[in-house]
């Protein structure tokens, strides 16, 4: 089975510039979700996806925003890129349920300047 | 708001030495509890996982975990590490569809 695949693999963005990313998840994974990773702040939780539908959401501005398509697949936007954006971003799948384990794609490397 | 401790940020241990990595989470609820590792240049990988039943779980590469409700800890031991295991450990708790993780633990084994 193939893993989480995520792209691009790298990214450079400058200020005021928006970016999507995108995530495929695991063949039959329905639950999508999203990450920041930082070495300030570590691994932080976005948002959840789950039948096209946000489940859950992290503490962060509406900047950040996410959606997912009817084939599970997911992106996730960020508009009016700052300096403090700069980080991997990685998308989990999962199969649906509270608990289930997720599988982590490489990330999206996200550099603003 | 759950949060996840992990006691050390930098472990350096010797080949064949023991390692155990603390990780205390704050949830009153029915947890999933899982350890995550990351190795150089690699993503995210599952070790283990507890859901329920018995609280010594066993994982990947020879890893194995103990869960203790009363003392909301969850912690990672290896009788005797190698250098391939070098690498950052995570503890995550997943509730309502999210994990939250510690700040993570590096973890240096010295060939």
């Known amino acids: 089975k193939a893993g989480v695949t995520q792209t691009p693999r790298y990214l450079i963005k400058t200020r005021g510039q928006q970016v999507t990313l995108s995530c495929s998840p695991i063949?039959?994974?329905?639950?999508v979700s999203w990450y920041q990773q930082t070495p300030g702040q570590g691994l932080q939780f976005l948002f959840e996806?789950?039948?096209?539908?946000?489940?859950n959401k992290g503490n962060f501005p509406g900047r950040f925003s996410g959606r997912q398509f009817s084939n599970s697949r997911s992106e996730m936007n960020v508009s009016t890129l700052e300096l403090g954006d700069s980080a991997l971003y990685l998308c989990?799948?999962?199969?649906?349920?509270?608990?289930?384990?997720?599988?982590f794609g490489p990330g999206t490397r996200l550099t603003v300047t | 708001a759950q949060s996840v401790s992990q006691h050390n940020h930098h472990v350096i241990l010797s080949e064949a030495a023991s390692l155990e990595l603390g990780c205390n989470y704050s949830y009153g609820g029915t947890v999933n509890l899982f350890w995550y590792v990351q190795y150089p240049g690699q993503h995210l990988q599952l070790l283990l996982k507890y859901f329920s039943g018995d609280p010594l779980v066993k994982g990947i590469k020879g890893f194995e975990a103990e869960f203790i409700k009363s003392k909301f800890s969850f912690n990672l031991r290896k009788p005797s590490v190698q250098w391939s295991d070098t690498a950052e450990y995570f503890c995550a708790v997943n509730t309502d569809y999210k994990l939250s993780f510690g700040a993570g633990t590096t973890v240096t084994v010295r060939a």
């Open positions: 989990a799948s999962s199969l649906a349920q509270v608990g289930d384990e997720q599988y």
């Open positions: 996806y789950f039948s096209e539908t946000q489940r």
């Open positions: 063949s039959g994974h329905r639950s």
